[in-house]
Structure formats: structure tokens, C-alpha cells
């Protein structure tokens, strides 16, 4: 079993940056895909990035391309997401997820953590 639990999230300006974490326990993630998705109110849950158990393969959705970057640390068994020039549609609750399986780009990930809240003011 693993369990994940997401930080980092808050209150930013247009324009600004943060870096959610996503830590886990449980079992190592080093064999494990990780991703992040999001949901704002009222929309469906949706994919943001994913990231392969080495960190050679990345996925990004085509709204965070060129802003976002995941990443991870197997060492410490920790994912990131690293959120630049973030914009007020960028508002949601965003979750980490893992599985044992490659990455993917839908939600088919066996192990999801609670959400960390991330509010973009215009």
C-alpha cells in the first residue's frame, strides 16, 4: 500500500510560481509512475503531468506545457511539480497519483493522494 500526501499548494498571483510536493510512504516509489491532475470546481478531475519511474519519460498537458515541470526524487521518495507564470485558470485542487505501471495520461492510477488546494488571484 501507498500512501501520498501533497504540499505546497496556496494563495498566488498571476504571474507567480509554486512547488507542490508530493511525499509517499508506505512502499518506495522507485518502480512507480507518478503523476498530477487537478479539478477545479465544478470541472472533471484532469491531467496536468506524469513522469516515469526513472524520470526519463515526461508527459505534459498541452495548458502547462512550458510552465509546469515534474519531477522526482527517488531517493527521497518525493514527486514535484514546479508551477511558473501561473494564470487564475490554473486554480483547482491538484492530487498526486502513482502506480506501478508506466505513465499514463488518464486517471488510472491505483494510489492517489487527498489534494492540495492552489487559488491563482487575477
Known amino acids: 500500500q501507498v500512501q501520498l500526501v501533497e504540499s505546497g499548494g496556496g494563495l498566488v498571483q498571476a504571474g507567480g510560481s509554486l512547488r507542490l510536493s508530493c511525499a509517499a510512504s508506505g512502499r518506495t516509489l522507485r518502480s512507480y509512475a507518478m503523476a498530477w491532475f487537478r479539478q477545479a470546481p465544478g470541472k472533471e478531475r484532469e491531467f496536468v503531468a506524469a513522469?516515469?519511474?526513472?524520470?526519463?519519460?515526461?508527459y505534459y498537458a498541452d495548458s502547462v506545457k512550458g510552465r509546469f515541470t515534474i519531477s522526482r526524487d527517488n531517493a527521497k521518495n518525493r514527486g514535484y511539480l514546479q508551477m511558473n507564470s501561473l494564470k487564475p485558470e490554473d486554480t483547482a485542487v491538484y492530487y498526486c497519483a502513482a502506480d506501478p505501471s508506466g505513465p499514463s495520461l488518464t486517471d488510472e492510477y491505483d494510489y492517489w493522494g487527498q489534494g492540495t488546494q492552489v487559488t491563482v488571484s487575477s
Open positions: 513522469i516515469s519511474w526513472s524520470g526519463g519519460v515526461t
